[in-house]
């Protein structure tokens, strides 16, 4: 510890002024960033510290606290605290040669006006320290919700139809909706194709090696990646799948908050919009 009037003399400032400055009373201000501080620790934390400025300051708004984003990102960054970021993905499709594809029905435009119109599938591979597990999901592009999913030690077209099954089993949707993934082997097998007729469900392709071709599902991956699988030893897919579990329905569905729907988590946001859908 270095005495006072040494620092006070390297930092150009006064003792006396330095001694009066610890005697004065905290602002209002500086009280209410304290409180403010402490509540932004707590909401960080319960997203293991995944949430950066824009989801802790809607996570606030949510409980009636009115702030300004700047200030919370200012608080945190006073703080330590700070959100995790996202980084691209590597990809694990594989062709089959002499496949005729599905027909691309998106087009890139990933906009539904209701569930169960557009779902997005992929798949991507969990390392774990013993091997790794593959995780196929799909997704409803209103919700971003994961309506299906499916983890296996291996890429069998088993893999695909599990997350399919789930997801209709799930959603039981009244309509045709459309399937849209890639032109990976499992999605353009005999197999999967008979399971969509079966279900009612219209298939539909990307191009080849186009990652905007799939942009919602490989943003999925990429916030699943950054959020989990990079934060994580996960000893052997026993250890992913519990993990994964854990993500996808006691964080990701239920509370994780999505910029592209007002900040709100999947089911939040169909709950939300429910009502308005019955009175169309």
Known sequence: MYPIAMMCRL?????SGWYEWRRRPSSRREIDDGILTARITEIHAASDGTYGAPRIHAELRDEGVAVA?????RLMRVAGLSGVSRR???KTTVRSEGVRPAPDLVDRDFRAEAPDELWVADITYVPTAMGFLYLAIVLDAFSRRVVGWAMETHLATALVLQALDMAVTRRRPKGRPIHHSDQGSQYT???????CRKFGVRPSMGSVGDCYDNAMAESFFATLECELI????LENPDHARRELFQFIEGWYNPRRRHSSIG????INYERSTAPRRTNL
């Open 189 to 195: 097998s005999i197999d999967f194709g008979t399971r």
């Open 88 to 90: 691209r993905r590597p």
């Open 69 to 73: 984003r700047k200030r919370v990102a």
């Open 11 to 15: 930092l150009e400032v006064s003792t």
């Open 263 to 266: 900040y709100m988590s999947p």
């Open 230 to 233: 990079d934060r994580r030893r």
